[in-house]
């Protein structure tokens, strides 16, 4: 009986030496018997940001506004009337206008085209220049103090229908062109030309956008 006892109590002693051997054999093998292993962190969310940079273009110039009206060159025995501007003639940047008096003798029309820099104005100046002979027999052109580089020349359109006087002159980074018809051998004053040019030149000065 005592035998039986002590083989049964051994017995317990063996199963129970067993459990705690494999209970530290999963301790050591990194495995949790007793509760389950704890979550990882969450990795961090990182969010890629891009930064989109713009250059704004420049609103284009509605050079209309610059053009000298009838009332600016109407003076004591000359009453002008305007025509409706035109904006961007043959395509380029730039306006024209048509100035009448009541009396249909005498005409004034005024180009303004637009460069694409300061620096282009003097070749523009030349190639207007040298485009002269096609509205007028030019006589020696003298120079203007209107604008930079203004020039005057005088004469009369190629058929002899009319006087004609062309002021050419630039200012920043445009070119004018004003014309002065008149009856046969009688063009325009000097100081006509002179004044209507330097209110052109001073329009386009205040209103052109500073670059």
Partial sequence: MRRKHATRYAATLVIAA?????AACDTES???TSKPAAPAPPLPIVTATTTTS?????APVDYTRLLLQARDISGTGDTY???PPTPNPDSRPGAEVLLVNQEQTKAVSILIVGLD???AAPSALAEAQASLAKSVDPGPPQTSPVGTGGSVVSGNSPDG???VTVLLFTEGATLARVEFDGLPGQPAPADFVTNVGQKQDIALRVGLPTP
């Fill in 161 to 163: 229908a009319k006087s």
């Fill in 117 to 119: 820099s300061p620096a």
């Fill in 81 to 83: 009337i305007e025509q």
């Fill in 30 to 32: 990194g495995v949790a």
């Fill in 54 to 58: 713009t250059t704004a273009k420049p």
């Fill in 18 to 22: 067993v459990a705690l051997g494999t």
